[in-house]
Nanobody, 124 residues
Framework: QVQLVESGGGLVKAGDSLTLSCAAN????????MGWFRQAPGKEREFLAA????????YVADSVKGRCTISKDDAKNKLYLQMDTLKPNDTAAYYC?????????????????WGQGTQVIVST
């Protein structure tokens, strides 16, 4: 079992940067592959980025490539998502997820644990 707690969301202006954090409690993070998703009102949950905790491999979706960076801090057992040049259509709830597979995953159904989400609102 692992508990995921996201933080770092808030109200920002278009063009700003923001870094979201995900604290992983419970089982050792190195056992998991991690991911970030977002869900805007009325839309399906969208994959953004994934990271294999054991080897550090990362993958970023084409839709946000160049603006999003996924990273981790082993000492703090935290996962991060840095987003640059934010746009109003980045407004969404952002979720951290963990998969017991250890390999990079991109589909929502491949992740076993989810955080409660953190809201990001990007104003013009």
């Amino acid at each position: 079992q692992v508990q995921l707690v996201e933080s770092g969301g808030g109200l920002v202006k278009a063009g700003d940067s923001l870094t979201l954090s995900c604290a992983a409690n419970g089982r050792t993070s190195s056992e998991f592959a991690m991911g970030w998703f977002r869900q805007a009102p009325g839309k399906e949950r969208e994959f953004l980025a994934a990271l294999s905790w054991s080897d550090g491999l990362t993958y970023v979706a084409d839709s946000v490539k160049g603006r999003c960076t996924i990273s981790k801090d082993d000492a703090k057992n935290k996962l991060y998502l840095q987003m640059d040049t934010l746009k109003p259509n980045d407004t969404a709830a952002y979720y951290c997820a963990a998969s017991i597979s250890r390999y990079l995953m991109t589909r929502r159904d491949q992740f076993n644990y989810w955080g409660q989400g953190t809201q990001v609102i990007v104003s013009t």
